[in-house]
């Protein structure tokens, strides 16, 4: 186990430097945060370090910088910020801004016990994702103990603000540790792979089979049964030999497919029906068994498996969950997903779901609650399934 944020012990008069995904899904427009969920997922630990007498600065990314100034502004955690006071009941700024420098220095200085702050988008440094020393340094001089509470970034092993700020706090004879949140992230994973109480089922979902192969992979050698939804079951089924009509099939992705068409019938159950809508037409639907009919694209697992799905998901011992299996965003396309979702709900099965589309999904159906766990993380929770070892996580004591 890593030592974790009660191992801290009292912190009074200490400004503790916590390492948060903040990295939530922002309006392409208007820049609003669509989903909070990654800044409530860290509000219990902040939480406690503020009852434990610390002040708080709190740092994360947010998105992919290009470096434009103009296309990066929508970026700023100015609004990240805002909520995070919000959902705290504290005003939180923002330290100045750049991550670090004199600005920054003299706001740290000045924040009083049960302060909180933010600093600038640690991606607006470039040192920040070449895991940087002296950009390290300068963060790692701004706080008294450091807290990694970003399961959803512990898979980035050349992030600075991951890797060589915990570094440089240990060098420092700096107390370091696991906020609540990754605490509970490592101990249900790790027991999901470990022990799961069997049948281990999985679902999985989403667009390409080349981004999840080894996921994918890890999963074979562990679960009993895995089921394939979303657009990636259409390369599978044009892989096997069926017609996906319209359906857009990269030739890469058939390839990547190829290796696992071994286990298809045994362990990877297909769909069995596709809903699928005229190219040209979306609001035409139909759905096909089997062959789908040239001009129709699949957009949604159609109702028998469904039925399939739901009825292996009541016989689970354990159920996990990544990718949507149709394009639930349009609500016409959403039945399966929104079936999967209430079918896992339902069963007396561990029920873990990660990646961050299928837990919005899970979410905006309103199942979140009655899931086991819905992790934070999207690529950190493949990785950790896949048994990947995180450098940013090596740098957080065992105890
Ligand atoms: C994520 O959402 O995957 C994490 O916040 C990490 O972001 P990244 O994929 O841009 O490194
Ligand atoms: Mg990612």
């Not at 600075?160 to 706090?169: E, G, K, L």
């Not at 599978?236 to 030999?241: C, E, P």
Request: a neutral charge; one cysteine or more.
């Amino acid at each position: 186990m890593k030592t974790t944020i009660a191992d801290l012990g009292d912190l009074t008069g200490k400004k503790v430097l916590i390492r948060v995904d903040f990295n939530v899904p922002l309006d392409k427009v208007s820049g609003e945060i669509k989903n909070d969920r990654r800044i409530r997922g860290a509000i219990p630990t902040i939480k406690a370090l503020l009852k434990a007498g610390a002040s708080v600065i709190a740092m994360s990314h947010l998105g992919r910088p290009s470096g434009d100034p103009a296309k990066d502004k929508l970026l700023t955690m100015d609004k990240v910020a805002h909520r995070l006071g919000d959902l705290l009941e504290v005003p939180v700024s923002k330290a100045g801004n750049a991550v670090v420098g004199p600005d920054v220095s003299t706001a740290v200085t000045a924040l009083p016990p049960g302060g909180v702050m933010m600093l600038e988008n640690v991606r607006f440094d470039p040192r920040e994702q070449k895991n940087d020393a002296a950009f390290a340094a300068a963060i790692a001089a701004l706080g008294d103990a450091y807290v990694n509470d970003a399961f959803g970034t512990c898979h980035n092993d050349k992030d600075a603000s991951m890797v060589a700020v915990p570094a440089a706090m240990k060098a420092a004879g700096k107390p370091r540790a696991v906020g609540l949140l990754v605490a509970k992230e490592l101990e249900v994973i790790t027991g999901l792979m470990g022990s799961p109480k069997s049948p281990l089922l999985a679902v999985m979902g989403g667009a390409k089979v080349s981004d999840k192969i080894a996921f994918i992979n890890a999963l074979l050698k562990k679960v009993d049964h895995l089921l394939i939804g979303g657009k990636m079951a259409y390369t599978f089924l044009k892989a096997t030999g069926k017609d996906v009509g319209s359906t857009q099939v990269a030739a890469e992705e058939l390839a990547a497919a190829q290796p696992l068409l071994q286990f298809v019938g045994s362990k990877i159950t297909l769909p069995v029906d596709a809903l699928a809508a005229k190219s040209d037409d979306l609001n035409t639907t139909q759905v096909f068994a089997g062959d789908i009919a040239a001009g129709f694209e699949g957009v949604d697992i159609g109702p028998k498996t469904l039925a399939l799905y739901a009825d292996k998901i009541k016989q689970a011992g354990t159920v996990i969950w990544n990718g949507p299996v149709g394009w639930f965003e349009k609500p016409a396309f959403s039945t399966g997903t929104k079936g999967i979702a209430a079918a896992m709900a339902n069963s007396g099965a561990v029920t873990v779901v990660g990646g961050g589309e299928t837990a919005e999904a899970v979410e905006q159906f309103g199942f979140d609650t009655q899931m086991t766990h819905v992790s934070t993380g999207g690529g950190a929770f493949l990785a950790y399934v896949e048994g990947k070892k995180f450098q940013s996580l090596a740098q957080i004591d065992d105890v």
